[in-house]
Structure formats: structure tokens, C-alpha cells
């Protein structure tokens, strides 16, 4: 089993910056990628990747948030974060972190998920 510990929401201005955080921990054999998705409220709305980190170090990013926000990982603290910068209201949202890992009691790879970190962009 994985373990996602999710950090760094907050409640902050249009403009402003937040660095959020997810540490992987557990009987972990390998980790292929992580990722933040997350899912802005109201009915319907359904979770959006919002960018991917492979353990080869290549990321992808969702059209709206390029040029904003950055993904980075620290392969052996089995880390992933996610700095984004210029937050605007339609970035509130509660993000997820992902991994897709191979663990000693499952050897397939799985997507693992964590409880999710509160973003709120307001003024």
C-alpha cells in the first residue's frame, strides 16, 4: 500500500502563490509517475489532471495552467510539488495528488490517490 500526505492549501489572493506538496511512503518498490489533478466544486465538475511528472524527469501540463504552475519531484525523498504562481479564481479547487507505483503486495502497477489539500483563489 501507498501513502499520499498532501500539503500546502491554502486560501490566498488572485495573483498570489502557492507550492503544494505530496510524500509517498509505504512498502513502495517502484514509483513510474506522480501527479496533481484536482476538482473544482459545483455539481458535474469531475477531476482534471493538472500536470504529470514521470520518474525519467518529463512532465506534462493541463493548457490552463502552463506557464504558471511547475511540477518538480525529488525521486528519492518520493516527493512530488507543485508550485503555482499567478493563481486565479478558477484554479480553486481541491487537489489531489496521484502516484502510479508498484508496491510489494501489489506488483502491478496502481494508481494511488491522496485525500486531497483545499485551494482557494479569492479576493
Known amino acids: 500500500q501507498v501513502q499520499l500526505v498532501e500539503s500546502g492549501g491554502d486560501m490566498v489572493q488572485p495573483g498570489e502563490s502557492l507550492r503544494l506538496s505530496c510524500a509517498a511512503s509505504g512498502s513502495i518498490l517502484s514509483i513510474y509517475s506522480m501527479a496533481w489533478y484536482r476538482q473544482a466544486p459545483g455539481p458535474g465538475k469531475q477531476r482534471a489532471l493538472v500536470?504529470?511528472?514521470?520518474?525519467?524527469?518529463?512532465?506534462t501540463y493541463a493548457d490552463s495552467v502552463k506557464g504558471r504552475f511547475t511540477i518538480s519531484g525529488d525521486n528519492a525523498k518520493n516527493t512530488v510539488y507543485l508550485q503555482m504562481n499567478s493563481l486565479k479564481p478558477e484554479d480553486t479547487a481541491v487537489y489531489y495528488c496521484n502516484a502510479l507505483a508498484r508496491t510489494a503486495a501489489r506488483t502491478i502497477p496502481y494508481n494511488y490517490w491522496g485525500q486531497g489539500t483545499q485551494v482557494t483563489v479569492s479576493s
Open positions: 500536470a504529470v511528472i514521470t520518474s525519467g524527469g518529463t512532465t
